[in-house]
């Protein structure tokens, strides 16, 4: 079977977007609007992209109505800052509670029930009970599209990393400590607590 993008409702392209590239991590991303308030909503149209220098990228999408913008874009064209927060299990309810489709005077970290710690170099808020967060800063904006479900794609150079006690030695991250989520197509999501190991053809790398 062969379905052409070009044949395709824009819903049903969403629809085939997520559920065939899965699972997809989630950044749950937090930002500051000009007026202060802290916002918090997860986004898995998103990846680390480069080691050297340090670039995650990940895309919001254009709202149907009003400017189009979703709260976190808004807030990282004023700010040129944000945190990307690691979804733990522990934490998956509040994320999907954060994904509420709210105005931006609303507190979200509120809504979810998580806790602001400050960021150290930026000013931006993190969710405290997140095991691993990276501070960021906006390194370039592209818009892929004007209609609705147009992705924004967004690059961030990380410039330090937060990890909890003992989830981390020698840089290597321990995966079952950090015991991340993933998301699949519609409400579905993935832990990573099944993994198994393949050794390269001619030795593993570290690329
Ligand atoms: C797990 C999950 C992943 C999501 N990923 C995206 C995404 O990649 N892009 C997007 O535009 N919306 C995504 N959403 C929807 C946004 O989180 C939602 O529109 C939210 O209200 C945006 O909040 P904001 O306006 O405060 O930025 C996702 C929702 C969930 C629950």
Known sequence: MIIKSEDTSPKDLYKLMIG???PRPIAWVSTVGEDGTNNLAPYSFFNAISGDPPVICFAPSRKPAGDNKKDTLRNLESSGVF????????????MNQSAADVPPEVDEFALAGVSVEPATMIQAP????????MECRVRQIIPLGDRPTSGILVLG?????????????NFKVDPSMLNAVG?????????????????????????
């Open 126 to 133: 993190m969710v405290k009970e997140a095991l691993a967060k």
């Open 83 to 94: 945190v990307v927060n690691i979804v733990s299990e522990h934490l998956a309810e509040a």
């Open 183 to 207: 998301r699949m197509g519609g409400t579905s999501y993935c832990d990573t607590r099944h993994r198994f190991d393949l050794t390269r053809p001619g030795g593993n790398t570290k690329l």
């Open 20 to 22: 065939m590239v899965v």
């Open 157 to 169: 150079d990380v410039l330090c990393f937060h990890f909890a006690e003992g989830l981390v030695d």
